[in-house]
């Protein structure tokens, strides 16, 4: 019998976003001067997957593309090159009938859920509109449907005809995700979904997401910048940097021995009991422009380790003996 596929299979994907030159731009181009048109490598050949009911946790520091790469799993953006497949299957950016059943299967929920939630809509309307248009339930029984999932999420349904501005933030958080089980998926993307609330707050929700997993089965996409947030809820967690994976592994391998120079540095930042009178030492330098990428390994004009093979050789993910991938030359050692 054939190894059933993953739920979610991310295939070499690449993300490029062209800046384009602006009329005075042209013209000085046509005067001679030295300008072109830049491109920003957001997503730059990136692998990974998502099995049944897994948690996958995507962290890394802003601007190292998570967000996109996010999106390109939801189906909201379009890869620049490589393929997402939802079981097996390409998930198409076209109004095909089987485009739409797939986009329905893969949820995304947002950071700031004020943003994401029609403030004219109210709350019955914003949760139930997206199984009301794919006919998810039969018309007569939209209304129910809707007050089992905010139930389900923790909401009461009396208040389904309040606006958005009228719920707490921790609230509106609940109705984003109530809106993306409203259409019944399998996968929902995370992204930051809990980073803009308190920590109290945030607790709640994560205990949430975690209550829903196993209720449902549902796989998720937990992007975040938070580590110590993505330890409590994945089983296995992918490291980017600049638009690369460097690092992917199992949760517990990865922060209890991180093996990327990066990967280190960002675990040694998450504070611990038993290291509280570490003094903690912050990655030297700034991240890099995506617009002007360093040659070879990205991390290298950052990382104490790096030598001159990795200012010239994009390291290759490399799987290693415990089972994780780490795209670093100090493997080859």
């Known amino acids: 019998m054939s190894e059933q596929p993953p739920v979610i299979e991310v295939c070499h994907v690449s993300r490029r976003f062209s800046r384009r030159l602006d009329l005075v731009q042209r013209v000085a181009r046509r005067l001679g001067a030295r300008v072109h048109e830049r491109t920003v490598h957001a997503v730059d050949d990136v692998s990974l ?13 802003s601007g190292c593309g998570k967000s996109t790469l996010g999106r390109l799993v939801a189906g909201i953006d379009t890869p620049s090159a490589g393929e997402v497949r939802f079981r097996g299957q390409p998930v198409a950016q076209d109004d095909s009938e089987a485009a739409r059943r797939t986009a329905l299967k893969i949820q995304m929920i947002f ?62 958080q609940r109705i984003g995700i109530a809106r993306a089980l409203a259409v019944r998926p399998e996968v929902v993307v ?24 196993a209720e449902l089965g549902l796989a998720y996409l937990f992007i975040s910048h938070d580590i110590g947030v993505v330890r409590h809820i994945a089983d296995r967690v992918v490291v980017m940097y600049l638009g690369r994976v460097v690092e992917e592994g199992p949760t517990k391998t990865l922060f209890d021995a991180p093996n990327h120079p990066y990967t280190q540095a960002l675990m040694s930042e998450v504070p611990r009991l038993d290291n509280r009178h570490v003094d903690f030492n912050p990655i ?12 070879g390994c990205h991390f290298h004009p950052r990382c104490p380790h790096a030598h001159e093979r990795c200012r010239m050789e994009v390291p290759r993910l490399k799987r290693l003996a415990d089972g994780r991938f780490s795209a670093c030359h100090l493997n080859d050692a």
Do not use: W
């Not at 995370?190 to 997993?213: G, H, P």
């Not at 330098?285 to 360093?294: T, V, Y």
């Open 49 to 61: 997957t998502i099995g049944e009911g897994e948690a996958v946790g995507l962290v890394g520091e």
């Open 111 to 172: 950071q700031d859920p004020l943003d994401s939630l029609n403030p004219r809509h109210r709350m019955g309307r914003i949760v139930g509109e997206g199984a009301r248009y794919h006919r998810v339930v039969p018309s007569g029984e939209i209304d129910s449907h809707v007050d089992t999932v905010l139930e389900q999420v923790g909401l009461d349904p009396s208040m389904k005809s309040r606006f958005p501005h009228q719920f707490s933030g921790g609230q509106r």
């Open 190 to 213: 995370c992204d930051e979904s809990v980073a803009s609330l308190d920590v109290s707050i945030q607790a709640q929700i994560i205990n949430l997401f975690m209550r829903l997993r």
């Open 284 to 295: 030297t330098g700034e991240i890099p422009s995506p617009l002007d990428p360093p040659s």
